[in-house]
């Protein structure tokens, strides 16, 4: 019953006590219920509504304003599946729509400048004034906290140098490769078609051919958009084969020459993991295959699209190298490599392993962090699985030192890279050059509204619809593309003249410092020590760090697992 009788009685002095006011409000919330006051107006509009109709024929507005509502706070109280709707009805749903417009509210009024979620605003506001050729200066100083722990900075020379060029290039390819590739220091990295709309690609590649600098495919294959406008392609080759791919799913040679042969590729990129879900598959489905990214894909439409979890072309770190020499005899000899998130560190010291027993070396190694984040995930994985990219970068490096194979295999760094400072930051623990996802999406015009996954992206970067793709405008935003990658570059090459550097390749991990307590700093040296060269070919492994001390001598070329 919506109304129960009590009796209570309260003498004057009670009343006059926090006791007896309290009595008195819990006797109002007994004998009415204000939560139901909305729904009571409503009823109560509509049968003063009525009367006014039947008495002067007007105020039909008002009647319908008052039908609807009476008529939601029904559906509210007979409905189930939400108890806040049948307690509140009506007024429940300014619950949802509040929670439907937080995250604009919280980015707009509420974020601080500096508080990064998982890009802070200052960090997207630097990439939109470069991408439109706005300066990027700020006055007034810093607005970071020095003196918080996790606060980093480059130490700089009192003899500063000049640099002629801030068009940075590392060559890709070693004494297998007879198609190398002068690769640029900053690169977009991998985001397929189907994830990102058809505009936002030719955007990229456009801005990419303009700019002189490399366009990752994404696993979802070559599209004809990233042919339009011919800039430079990695193809990204993952566990679905898409674009070189049999009606079973598996690797199919064939396929693959027609498309690795072209010119305009010139890397070929193994996907292992990607840092923002290692270990897990991914699922389009069948509603959302276009007959574009059928095409691309060479999947069937009408069918749902399925990466699995791992590859079908080899099992163990022998076969992976196997495989990758197969893609690079069939390429004629173009750059191939494979890019991960460090996960177990066996499975990578297997890997290295692998490369001393068949000497086949990858051309180059893409270390993608767990802070990588272009593909929709579950919680879990985007905030506990893999490793962040500094740790995992720094492994991959100590590693290939150990065993004398550094100087034959580049390294790539990909994951939360935004800033010139950035791009130092992993040069300093071993990168050769570095990709960004999210932040070429913010030279687009991506304000972070993180609805990637539904389709109904803002501002047209990662959504199939043919309406809302079409609000990108792709001469504009290629420019913008060419204008981000461009001031980057030139803000590091600003950054190595203040550090007295004539090249990148000259940042080295003491150059940089982090602070740790209030009253402590340290190198990134100190932080992740560096592995002497070929201290893994000694039988001195007991004197290494962990985790090579514990995991080396159990790793095997012969099988990911533990020996």
Known sequence: MLFRSQHVVLTCGGLCSLGGIAAVLDLKQIRYPVRYTTFFLALGGLCLSVLILWASGQGWLFFLLCLALSAVGVHDMLQTHHAILRNYPILGHMRFLLEFIRPEIRQYFIEGESEATPFSRAQRSLVYARAKGQSDKRPFGTQLDVDQPGYEWLTHSLAPTTLESHAFRVRVGNTACSQPYDISLFNISAMSFGALSANAIMALNQGAKMGGFAHDTGEGSISRYHRIHGGDLIWEIGSGYF?????????????????AREPQVRMIEIKLSQGAKPGHGGVLPAAKVTPEIAEARGVPLGADCVSPAAHS?????????????????????????????????????????????????PDFIVVDGAEGGTGAAPLEFSDHIGMPLKEGLRLVHNTLVGVGLREHVKLGASGKIITSFDIARALALGADWCNSARGFMFALGCIQAQTCHTGNCPTGVTTQDPQRQMALVVPNKAMRVKNFHQQTLEALQELLQAAGLSSPDQLQDHHVFQRISKTETQTLAQMYPALAPGALLKESIAKCPEPFKTYWPKASADRFALK
């Open 313 to 361: 072309s080899f099992s163990t770190p022998i076969e992976l190298l196997e495989f990758m020499q197969s893609l690079r005899e069939l390429s004629l000899n173009k750059p191939v490599g494979f890019k991960f998130c460090v996960g177990h560190p066996w499975e990578w010291f297997g890997m290295v392993k692998a490369m001393q027993e068949t000497r086949i070396l």
């Open 243 to 259: 674009g070189c791919r049999d009606d079973q799913g598996h690797f199919d040679p064939e396929r693959f020459v027609a498309q």
